[in-house]
Nanobody
Framework: QLQLVESGGGLVQPGGSLRLSCAAS????????IGWFRQAPGKEREKVSC????????NYADSVRGRFTISRDNAKNTAYLQMNSLKPEDTAVYYC?????WGQGTQVTVSS
């Protein structure tokens, strides 16, 4: 069964950090590029970051570049999104994507 499970979301104060994880089962992670997306209330889902199969190439939305870091551990079949210097506008449900499949999402709320 193909499944993606995100975790690591929560409530954090502005300036804080969170590390999201995306655990894949039923996939061999090394065969896929991976994306992180987010959707804030009333807004369309947007791409935050993506990483190539090998991990050698990454890209980021302008709004998160320099604050977020995407990574992957193919041996653990898990991808990560390290989020630093969080802002209230980062509040959203965060989803990982690979191979045409979405996870269920994890809520990130940045508020004082």
């Amino acid at each position: 069964q193909l499944q993606l499970v995100e975790s690591g979301g929560g409530l954090v104060q502005p300036g804080g950090s969170l590390r999201l994880s995306c655990a894949a089962s039923g996939f061999t992670l090394e065969y896929y590029a991976i994306g992180w997306f987010r959707q804030a209330p009333g807004k369309e889902r947007e791409k935050v970051s993506c990483i190539s199969k090998s991990g050698s190439s990454t890209n980021y939305a302008d709004s998160v570049r320099g604050r977020f870091t995407i990574s992957r551990d193919n041996a653990k079949n898990t991808a990560y999104l390290q989020m630093n210097s969080l802002k209230p506008e980062d509040t959203a449900v965060y989803y990982c994507w690979l191979g045409g499949h979405w996870g269920q999402g994890t809520q990130v709320t940045v508020s004082s």
